[in-house]
C-alpha cells in the first residue's frame, strides 16, 4: 500500500476501525450492534470492512486468546537459513498452525518465528523438522520464561 492511499480511509472509517480493535460487540449480530452504534446500516458495516480488509488497512480480525491460560507453551525460534532458501524455508514454517509470527531480519539468525504448542514433546519435534530443512544451519531455541503483554491500539482521527 502506498502513503497516499492512507487518505482513502473516510471518517467513518475510521471511526469503524477505532471500535473493532478493542471493543468488538460479543453479540449474536455484532456487525449490526456496530452499525447502530456509527448510525449506519449493517451492510454499510460489512461493506467498509471488506474494503478495509481487501486494500490491507486490516490484516486479520478475531481474538486473542491467553495462550497460557489454554495450556500452550510459547517459544521464541531464530534460524540462521541460507539467503538463497529464506522464502522457502519461510513457507514451510508457516504451515504450522502454532506458527504466529514469522519474520526475516537482518544479521546472521535471519528468520525468527514465535511458535505455541500444546506440549514441549511438540515444540521440540516441529523445531527438529524445521532444522532438518535445506538451508537451515543454525536454530536457537528461546522459550519464553514470563509473558509481558503490551495491548496496541492505534487511534485514528
Request: proline share 5%; net charge neutral.
Amino acid at each position: 500500500m502506498k502513503g497516499s492511499e492512507l487518505c482513502l480511509l473516510t471518517s467513518f472509517d475510521k471511526a469503524l476501525l477505532n471500535i473493532v480493535q478493542t471493543d468488538l460487540p460479543l453479540t449474536k449480530r455484532p456487525f449490526a450492534d456496530l452499525a447502530a452504534r456509527l448510525d449506519a446500516e449493517e451492510a454499510t458495516v460489512l461493506e467498509r470492512l471488506r474494503y478495509l480488509k481487501d486494500n490491507g488497512y486490516i490484516r486479520r480480525m478475531g481474538p486473542f486468546f491467553d495462550s497460557n491460560k489454554l495450556g500452550y507453551l510459547g517459544t521464541l525460534v531464530a534460524a540462521k537459513v541460507a539467503p538463497e532458501k529464506l522464502a522457502e524455508v519461510a513457507r514451510f514454517i508457516n504451515e504450522y498452525p502454532g506458527v504466529t509470527h514469522n519474520y526475516e531480519r537482518e544479521g546472521e539468525f535471519n528468520l525468527w518465528f514465535a511458535l505455541l504448542t500444546p506440549d514441549l514433546c511438540l515444540q521440540e519435534q516441529i523445531i527438529a523438522v524445521i532444522q532438518e530443512q535445506p538451508g537451515v544451519q543454525r536454530i536457537i531455541n528461546l522459550p519464553a520464561t514470563k509473558k509481558y503483554k503490551v495491548s496496541v491500539q492505534f487511534r485514528l482521527e
